[in-house]
């Protein structure tokens, strides 16, 4: 999250100084600009672009990276919606785009959830036999009870648990 706040940060610092770095070479770079066009074009624009950076600056970041980017990317087409024409589609797909996110963050959720319960399912299981287990007294229970605990802590030991 800390990435997407440095990003925000500067995103008005770099708008500024790529219009203010553009308009100074168009005017002292050998083009044929005349400072007046430059001056009114400047006018025109940095009004625009301070209003995008202002909306991606102002925009809430949920702490979810995905959808923190595509948040800030919808505020900023919102923002230059008056003076884009692609604004709409763009819009649109980053609409979908969020959409589908989301569906796949569900879907994983859920996958999550699915294998939390089979694991919770299993080890029910494993705790019930190995109580039947110690009810047992037999040689082989005992030895059962011994291999399976020396196999959980070598499970343990590879998964870095």
């Not at 706040?5 to 203010?20: A, C, D, G, P, Q």
């Amino acid at each position: 999250m800390n990435t997407i706040k440095n990003i925000k940060e500067t995103i008005m610092k770099k708008y500024l100084f790529s219009i203010v770095f553009i308009f100074t070479v168009l005017s002292t770079g050998g083009c044929n600009v005349v400072p007046e066009k430059v001056q009114k074009e400047a006018n025109r624009v940095i009004p625009q672009v301070q209003g995008i950076a202002s909306a991606v600056a102002e925009q809430q970041l949920s702490g979810n990276e995905p959808a923190d980017w595509i948040a800030l990317i919808q505020a900023g087409n919102a923002a230059s919606a008056p003076f884009t024409p692609y604004a709409v589609p763009v819009g649109a797909g980053l609409t979908a785009l969020a959409s589908i996110l989301g569906f796949l963050a569900k879907k994983k959720n859920d996958e999550a959830k699915k294998f939390g319960a089979k694991y919770q399912s299993h080890k029910q299981g494993v705790e019930l036999s190995m109580k039947e287990l110690l009810l047992d007294n037999s040689q082989q229970a005992t030895w059962i009870d011994k291999v399976i605990y020396e196999n959980i802590g070598l499970a343990r030991q590879r998964n870095g648990v």
